[in-house]
């Protein structure tokens, strides 16, 4: 295993960077830094870039932050893991489905650590209904990832800003982790429409992709690309079913986990019904 989950010293991100839960900061450890988060502790490494860390960013004239430079890294820089799995999405909210994905192809495929990339902007989505806040969503997945062994919530692309494209993550992980193989894990349905992505001539050529198959309509994958398939449980479960289970007040349980079921109801989210084709990548 490769250290990056649990709450062990080696459990540690870049500032910001998927944080974990700790039990109580320690004076005898001066870094990483220790910081509360809504009466949490928090433990953080701090990254080594001075851009990086916690200076506020500028904002533009509109009133919008400037976006985070490309190196903030998305996963534990002490970590120096060798193979690394992205997977990307809006994650609103994260259910089941990503989570047995996840650790079934990190199984598979002997990842040391799969990075459940919340997109900031997820621009294919934009406009077909309304994205819940990037911090609700970041939120979930690290309360969904906080007891999973090897799965990490990364926010490199919320602290980025902007639109979220996967050609940038992976090129940010390729300069952290120049040794490490990696991976881009996308359900069927993200798979077959990859040629729409940013540069996706790039992330062919950074990862190998992965794609797992996704109960629905059988799709077409681009035949120029290898693609690795894994095989995991087919669980037809979308988040688009489970927003629409909340505005309806039919019931989640199982659907996804219970502190990620807490902070929906804690945050009042889903409450109203949004319209959404579903099925839609969120990567790009
Ligand atoms: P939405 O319904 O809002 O589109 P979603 O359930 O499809 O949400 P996304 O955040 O869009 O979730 O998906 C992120 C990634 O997870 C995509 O690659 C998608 O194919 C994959 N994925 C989502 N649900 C499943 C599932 N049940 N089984 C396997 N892969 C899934
Ligand atoms: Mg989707």
């Given at each position: 295993m490769s250290g990056v989950s649990g709450a062990t010293g080696a459990d540690t991100?870049?500032?910001g960077h998927g944080a974990k839960r700790g039990r109580t900061p320690s004076s005898a450890s001066p870094a990483p830094?220790?910081?509360?988060?809504?009466?949490?502790?928090?433990?953080?490494n701090t990254c080594q870039r001075v851009s990086c860390r916690s200076a506020p960013r500028s904002r533009t004239r509109t009133g919008a932050r400037e976006p985070r430079p490309l190196h903030c890294s998305p996963v534990p820089a002490a970590a120096a893991p060798s193979r690394i799995g992205l997977f990307g999405g809006?994650?609103?909210?994260p259910h089941v489905g990503h989570l047995v994905t996840a650790v079934n192809v990190r199984h598979a495929l002997g990842l040391d650590v799969v990075v459940l990339m919340v997109a900031n902007v997820p621009w294919q989505k934009q406009g077909a209904r309304t994205i819940s806040p990037a911090d609700d969503r970041f939120a979930m997945v690290r309360a969904a990832v906080?007891?999973?062994?090897?799965l990490i919530a990364g926010d490199a692309e919320i602290r980025r800003g902007g639109a979220s494209y996967t050609a940038d993550t992976l090129a940010v992980l390729a300069g952290e982790h120049p040794a490490a193989t990696l991976f881009t894990i996308v359900g069927d349905d993200a798979a077959a429409g990859i040629t729409t992505w940013e540069r996706h001539d790039e992330v062919v050529a950074r990862s190998n992709l992965v794609v797992v198959d996704r109960p629905g309509a059988p799709v077409r994958l681009p035949e120029q690309?290898?693609?690795i398939r894994v095989e995991v449980p087919h669980l037809e479960v979308?988040?688009?079913?489970?927003?629409?289970?909340?505005?309806?007040?039919?019931?989640?349980?199982?659907?996804?986990?219970?502190?990620?079921?807490?902070?929906?109801r804690e945050r009042g989210l889903y409450r109203e019904?949004?319209?959404?084709?579903a099925g839609v990548g969120a990567a790009g």
């Amino acid at each position: 295993m490769s250290g990056v989950s649990g709450a062990t010293g080696a459990d540690t991100v870049c500032l910001g960077h998927g944080a974990k839960r700790g039990r109580t900061p320690s004076s005898a450890s001066p870094a990483p830094a220790w910081r509360s988060i809504g009466g949490d502790y928090v433990q953080y490494n701090t990254c080594q870039r001075v851009s990086c860390r916690s200076a506020p960013r500028s904002r533009t004239r509109t009133g919008a932050r400037e976006p985070r430079p490309l190196h903030c890294s998305p996963v534990p820089a002490a970590a120096a893991p060798s193979r690394i799995g992205l997977f990307g999405g809006t994650f609103d909210p994260p259910h089941v489905g990503h989570l047995v994905t996840a650790v079934n192809v990190r199984h598979a495929l002997g990842l040391d650590v799969v990075v459940l990339m919340v997109a900031n902007v997820p621009w294919q989505k934009q406009g077909a209904r309304t994205i819940s806040p990037a911090d609700d969503r970041f939120a979930m997945v690290r309360a969904a990832v906080a007891d999973v062994d090897g799965l990490i919530a990364g926010d490199a692309e919320i602290r980025r800003g902007g639109a979220s494209y996967t050609a940038d993550t992976l090129a940010v992980l390729a300069g952290e982790h120049p040794a490490a193989t990696l991976f881009t894990i996308v359900g069927d349905d993200a798979a077959a429409g990859i040629t729409t992505w940013e540069r996706h001539d790039e992330v062919v050529a950074r990862s190998n992709l992965v794609v797992v198959d996704r109960p629905g309509a059988p799709v077409r994958l681009p035949e120029q690309f290898d693609w690795i398939r894994v095989e995991v449980p087919h669980l037809e479960v979308s988040s688009t079913d489970l927003r629409a289970r909340v505005a309806d007040g039919r019931p989640l349980d199982y659907l996804l986990t219970d502190p990620v079921l807490q902070i929906v109801r804690e945050r009042g989210l889903y409450r109203e019904a949004s319209v959404a084709p579903a099925g839609v990548g969120a990567a790009g």
